[in-house]
């Protein structure tokens, strides 16, 4: 079992930053490629991007190139989601989740551990 919590989430003006992060409650964490999804309201669970468990390699969804970055923490069973040149668009619900493959995937249904999930609010 691997259980989720992200941090970090709140409200910031457009063009500000946010660092969210997603705490594991194992050691287990290493194991695992960690992906970050958010949810806009009324809207579908979309990925974000994703960090491997091998050799740290990420993937972004296009919107978020250049402006988000993902890195890990395995001494800390933490990931990080860095988010600069945020746009009212990037508001939702973020979410980090967990999946034992090797390499990341953008397929939510992959994934086999989800915390609760973090709002983040883009607006002036």
């Known amino acids: 079992q691997l259980q989720l919590v992200e941090s970090g989430g709140g409200l910031v003006q457009p063009g500000g930053s946010l660092r969210l992060s997603c705490a594991a409650s194992?050691?287990?964490?290493?194991?695992?490629?960690i992906g970050w999804f958010r949810q806009a309201p009324g809207k579908e669970r979309k990925v974000v991007g994703c960090?491997?468990?091998?050799?740290?390699?990420?993937t972004y969804e296009d919107s978020v190139k250049g402006r988000f970055t993902i890195s890990r923490d395995n001494a800390k069973n933490t990931a990080y989601l860095q988010m600069n040149s945020l746009k009212p668009e990037d508001t939702g619900v973020y979410f980090c989740?967990?999946?034992?493959?090797?390499?990341?995937?953008?397929?939510?249904?992959?994934?086999?551990?989800w915390g609760q999930g973090t709002q983040v609010t883009v607006a002036s």
């Open positions: 960090i491997n468990r091998t050799d740290g390699s990420t």
């Open positions: 989740a967990a999946e034992r493959a090797s390499v990341c995937t953008v397929v939510a249904d992959y994934y086999e551990y």
């Open positions: 194992s050691f287990i964490f290493e194991y695992f490629t």
